[in-house]
Structures are given as C-alpha cells and as structure tokens.
C-alpha cells in the first residue's frame, strides 16, 4: 500500500487549502486515513481521520470546526479541506493508513502506512 499526500502550498493567513492523500495498493474499502502534522521544533500530531466503520471523522481539537476531512472512493483518495487557516498551521503534513478504528486512529501506532508530507505554509 502506498500513499501519496499532495496539495500543500503557500497561503495567506485566513486563507484555504486542500490536501489529497491517494492511495494505491488497496481500495478505500475497510480502510481508515488519517492526516497528521509536524510543526517546526515540535512532534507530529494527530488533525483529522476519516474511519472506515461507518465512515465517521474525528478531529483534533486545533482542527474542529475549521478542517473537514473525506472520503472519494471512485478516487481512492481522501482530502483534508483546511479553512481559516493562521500561521499555526504551519507545518509538513502527512497521511497515513490503517485497517483500524475508533480511538487508535489518534495515534502514529495505529497506522502502518504513510505517506510523505506536503509543506503547508501560512503567512501573517
């Protein structure tokens, strides 16, 4: 299974930007994606995964409200809108997969695939 993460990009405070994470090797079916980050000089976080069962969505609490995460199976992609961004957003981020769900999807250790992160930068 490889994921591709794409759709990063330079934009103004208050802006949007939308990633795509495609994935290839298996279908969307029974597979849970998830966007994490890594912000200069911090660890990767949790943003957003989108569950297989019953393809519900969890966010970071940093995301809630402003991110929406999806799902396009005749794509094989899901996407992580990303609005009203601020400078804070800053970072690489990354998706991953798995064949898990519920609360393990919050975690790196629940997943065992990733893809290589797209550079988000927002400007003040």
């Known amino acids: 299974v490889q994921l591709q993460a794409s759709g990063g990009g330079l934009v103004q405070a208050g802006g949007s930007l939308r990633l795509s994470c495609a994935v290839s090797?298996?279908?969307?079916?029974?597979?849970?994606v998830g966007w994490f980050r890594q912000r200069p000089g911090n660890e990767r976080e949790f943003v957003a995964a989108?569950?297989?069962?019953?393809?519900?969505?969890s966010y970071a609490d940093s995301a809630s409200g402003r991110f929406t995460i999806s799902r396009e199976s005749a794509k094989n992609t899901v996407y992580l809108q990303m609005n009203s961004l601020n400078p804070e957003d800053t970072a690489v981020y990354y998706c991953?997969?798995?064949?898990?769900?519920?609360?393990?999807?919050?975690?790196?250790?629940?997943?065992?695939?990733w893809g290589q992160g797209t550079q988000v930068t927002v400007s003040s």
């Open positions: 991953a997969g798995s064949s898990s769900t519920g609360s393990t999807l919050k975690y790196g250790r629940g997943y065992n695939s």
């Open positions: 090797g298996r279908t969307l079916e029974r597979y849970s």
């Open positions: 989108s569950s297989w069962r019953m393809s519900t969505a």
